[in-house]
């Protein structure tokens, strides 16, 4: 969407630049045009330089359409177009001009390939050539470019520019802009360095920090720059300190939250009703299928409304994962009741059999699931990172957790699962069908696992093994919290996360989980019931 | 634990049973040359084995197109070792003492081949190992037709540094031998290139892997040291999507920290959007884009076995096409199939290879091949951006580490040895 509307105001400018320059602009760009598909990568990056350098703001839909990868040789003229498939053809079209040139056969044109460094360049010539845009976006979005590229051709454009600019946020990432350049200019005198190092120690981020690191350790650099340079890193970085401890903590709750939403639907199986469900994690893997069949479906009949296909998918996990556990649970796990050995080696076993009908039905590979647009990306809180994936899927999991509190202590369905787990010959003796409410609690608990499988699905692979990645965690959080205690679930798995990621900048991924397990034992070995036991008569039953 | 293994002993042994029953069992068995194939088909390495039994099959059945071998039709031995590595070994002495097949393609991972090794050798079987591996192993009864360290990662490497400019290094894996024994290779190669040890960033995480914030965010903090910065990864399996997803998510650009992979192919971005990774490398032998009749054919050929368009082709297939067509010269070159013949006569033999070129054999039991390094594009494919001018030879025994670089291995007469020391003029160094 964000290309299109770049793509969209380049082609505007094209128009505006034309109007001014008349048309000898663009013929002087036609033979840098050609240039671009001629020679491999360095013919198209000395083309690339050559645009830049011509400063015509009519080349930058050529080169969007170049990063893009639309951009295609015309054999045999050899002559640099526009394609883009249309049904089995490609539509052609002039780069300079917009001019239709007809429809072609795939094989008629060649595709000009680019590599990362060219995609560079590309990204700095088109910021150089924007920074005059009527748009304050891709003005913002230039300056940005030019921060990085850190050009020196583009400074007395940017010098033009900032002068021009009315809008503040614009003009402070013109004036960064300004700085890095100056920085990195062999050129420019040592005061207007100095004061570069100030106005980006206002700034004050990681990128900055990169900057000044690389030149506060250049040893060809004067020792004045150095040292000013020096102490701005030491200010960054000592702020940089509490915001990295606040990173670490939000990454433990977002791992805890994962946790969390794996071990729930266990927390009521094994928790509330005393199944062990060996196939709780193919109960996760379930749901993540099911969301990938939504999205299928989502793809085939409307693509425009992807962005619902998790909302969908939701009710649809749920309902499959819970019909599959009602099943087991009529079947098999029925008959079992009271012997846990025997139900833990049945359920294991139906936990290979699922993962390799799944197989069979699937094929062992991975399977895409797409992520909707509100999921993808990042935004900055303070100094902290936050990707919009991890803050639904914390969201989410606090969410199911609530609604499940809500359904075990509100709602009647609720009374009777927990007056039939507390004492199962009473609740008899009221009425109650007992082996009815157990095969609803179990359909409950499998049916949640059902939704941790969507949320998953975005974090993880969906594959057949996804379950067997969370079944050993979700028992861990659920016997470290107390078993029958859902509260407890909530505080293990949100402390395990935490635990474990504030020990793994230190210890490294792998011993820091083997602490966290030794923690555990040691843990279990003090209190044996867990963070919150159940007291009273409850126990003994 | 002890529990688990038997209830998974006996899930396999049952899968085991229906494998050998869906294999062609035909009648005129006494006319055939059976070709056992030891890839898993469930458990964990099913996402990355089963392709390649689907590919095997393939051959053999092109193979028994154009009339078997010697005269006689092949027939395939299909087993599953389930992913379990005691349990390849068992497989492989069915294999060679029950079903008496000429000779095995399979294995993935290390351990495996470590598995099945001490079985081939005892039985004098053979075994074509069709992965990248970590090398430090030459045997006279596998062939290697995978790359070697460096016939994949120091040519990655090197194109970094040139390219790129790449002057700061993260080298991140799966914890367990091959990305260790690798990262150790490049560790060593790279300050011998003059990298100071402050510059390399070594990084390990357990098997399947899954949350990647905090070493994602570390790895963009090493980055940010003011020089420019690569990933290596020896990631393996199934932890490289939620990786690649995250990078993806901290909006970590190819442009700013590249990340060249060693076990992303193909089929591995299948799974994922692979939007945000444009750009990011990885370092094979063959990729599907490769431009070139045989290729074109070997796809097309793939395609409509397998019934599927959208299917795609990888790496460790074009080893097993290799591999294979190596041991049909071979047993045509010494008219039998023995074990000991077919070892002296595929030596030498040269085969044309995928990418418009030919491999050959070495006495190493390592093959030539060419190293592509190619950058992901939107469609999943990878765009090659770098070809080394000629062909490389597996080195067996790396020159980067201190106690292998003075032994070789050459199976050919008289030497017949698989770790000679240059220095001390003897047989039997390292690996024996």
């Known amino acids: ?541 | 634990m002890f529990l688990k293994d038997r209830v998974l002993a006996f899930a396999s042994g049952a899968a085991l049973s229906a494998a050998i029953l869906a294999a062609p069992m035909a009648a005129q068995a006494q006319e055939t040359i059976k070709v056992g194939i030891l890839h898993s088909l469930s458990g964990t390495m099913a996402i990355s084995e089963t392709t390649l039994k689907d590919a095997m099959l393939m051959l053999i059945e092109e193979q028994n197109k154009k009339g078997g071998v010697l005269g006689k039709k092949l027939e395939a031995v299909v087993v599953d070792p389930a992913s379990n590595w005691p349990l390849f070994a068992e497989k492989a002495r069915d294999l060679l003492t029950k079903d008496k097949v000429a000779a095995v393609f399979g294995c993935w991972t290390s351990v495996s081949r470590k598995s099945v090794l001490p079985v081939f050798e005892e039985m004098n079987g053979l075994l074509f190992y069709p992965v990248q591996y970590e090398g430090e192993e030459s045997s006279r009864n596998v062939f290697y037709t995978g790359a070697a360290p460096n016939q994949q990662a120091i040519p990655a490497v090197d194109y970094l540094a040139e390219k790129e400019k790449v002057q700061r290094w993260v080298l991140a894996g799966t914890d367990y031998v091959y990305p260790r024994t690798t990262n150790k290779i490049l560790e060593t190669y790279l300050k011998s290139k003059g990298v100071k040890a402050e510059d390399i960033m070594i990084n390990y995480t357990p098997f399947g892997h899954s949350d990647w914030q905090s070493i994602v965010a570390d790895i963009k903090k090493f980055g940010m040291a003011g020089k420019k910065t690569a990933v290596v990864s020896t990631i393996n399996g199934d932890a490289n999507v939620p990786f690649y997803k995250e990078l993806g998510n901290q909006g970590i650009k190819a442009e700013d920290i590249p990340v060249v992979a060693f076990s992303v192919g193909e089929e591995e971005l299948a799974g994922i959007d692979t939007k945000p990774l444009v750009g990011h490398l990885a370092a094979w032998n063959y990729f599907m884009s490769v431009e070139d009749p045989v290729n074109s054919a070997f796809i097309k050929q793939w395609k409509s076995f397998i019934k599927d368009e959208k299917r795609v082709t990888n790496d460790p297939m074009e080893a097993h096409y290799i591999g294979f067509n190596m041991w049909v010269k071979a047993v045509e070159k010494a008219g039998t199939t023995a074990p000991d013949a077919v070892i002296d006569a595929i030596v030498g033999v040269t085969v044309p290879n995928l990418t418009g070129g030919y491999s050959a054999m070495m006495p190493n039991h390592h093959i030539t091949k060419p190293v592509l390094i190619g950058e992901i594009q939107e469609d999943g494919q990878f765009e090659i951006v770098s070809k080394t001018p000629g062909l490389v030879v597996g080195d067996e025994w790396s020159d980067f580490l201190p106690d292998s670089k003075d032994l070789i291995s050459d199976w050919r007469a008289p030497m017949g040895c698989g770790n000679f020391n240059v220095k001390t003029g003897k047989c039997g160094g390292k690996g024996a």
């Open chain 1, 1 to 541: 969407m964000n290309s299109l509307i770049r793509l969209l105001a380049g082609l505007c400018l094209l128009l505006a630049a034309q109007g001014a320059a008349g048309p000898a602009g663009a013929a002087d760009l036609a033979p840098l045009v050609r240039m671009l598909g001629a020679g491999g990568f360095d013919g198209t990056e000395r083309a690339v330089a050559g645009m830049a350098e011509a400063g015509e703001p009519a080349a930058v839909p050529v080169l969007e359409a170049l990063l893009a990868g639309d951009l295609h040789v015309r054999k045999p003229e050899g002559d640099v177009v526009v394609a883009r498939r249309q049904g089995a053809e490609m539509a052609l079209t002039d780069p300079l001009s917009g001019a239709s040139l007809g429809t072609a056969a795939p094989a008629v044109v060649d595709k000009i390939r680019i590599n990362n460094s060219l995609r560079r360049s590309i990204r700095a010539a088109i910021g150089s050539l924007t920074l005059m845009s009527p748009d304050p976006r891709i003005r913002l979005n230039a300056a940005h470019a030019v921060f990085k590229s850190r050009d020196a051709a583009a400074l007395e454009t940017l010098d033009t520019a900032l002068g021009r600019e009315t809008d503040a946020s614009v003009k402070q990432a013109m004036a960064e802009a300004r700085a890095s350049v100056i920085l990195a200019s062999a050129s420019a005198p040592e005061e207007q360095k100095l004061a570069a190092i100030d106005t980006l120690g206002e700034r004050g981020d990681r990128e900055v920090l990169s900057l000044l690191t690389g030149l506060s350790r250049d040893a060809a650099a004067p020792a004045a720059l150095k040292q000013r340079a020096a102490s701005v890193v030491t200010d960054i970085e000592q702020r940089m300190l509490f915001w990295d401890a606040l990173q670490n903590l939000w990454y433990g709750l977002s791992l805890g939250s994962v946790l969390l939403l794996a071990a729930i639907g266990l927390a009521v199986t094994f928790g509330v009703m005393g199944v062990i469900n060996m196939a709780h994690g193919e109960m996760v893997m379930l749901g993540a299928y099911s969301t990938f069949v939504v999205q299928e479906v989502f793809r085939a009949y409307a693509p425009q409304a992807f962005d619902l296909s998790l909302l969908v998918a939701l009710p649809v996990a749920f309902a499959v994962a819970a019909g599959v556990g009602l099943a087991i649970e009529w079947t098999v796990i029925r008959k079992l009741y009271g012997r846990p050995l025997e139900t833990l080696l049945a359920t294991w076993g139906i936990s290979l059999a699922l993962q390799q009908a799944v197989r069979s039905i699937f094929g062992p590979n991975n399977r895409e699931v797409g992520a909707p647009s509100w999921m993808s990306g990042a935004f900055e809180l303070g100094g902290l990172s936050i990707t919009y994936g991890r803050l639904w899927i914390v969201v989410f999991s606090l969410a199911v957790f609530a609604l499940l509190v809500v359904a075990l202590r509100r709602t009647w369905f609720g009374l009777t699962i927990r007056a039939v787990t507390q004492n199962r010959p009473m609740a008899a003796a009221m009425g109650m069908r007992t082996p009815r409410v157990d095969a609803m609690a179990f359909a409950l608990g499998s049916g949640v696992a059902g939704l941790a499988g969507v949320a998953l699905s975005q974090i993880d692979n969906v594959s057949p093994n996804l379950g067997q990645a969370y079944i050993i965690d979700s028992f861990m959080v659920v016997v470290f919290g107390g078993v029958g205690n859902i509260w407890g679930t909530l505080v293990g798995a949100l402390a395990l996360g935490t635990v474990n990621k504030l020990l793994e900048p230190y210890a490294g991924a792998v011993l820091g989980k083997i602490f966290v397990l030794v923690l555990i034992i040691l843990f279990i070995q003090r209190r044996p019931r867990g963070l919150f036991a159940l007291r009273g008569r409850a126990v003994e039953a």
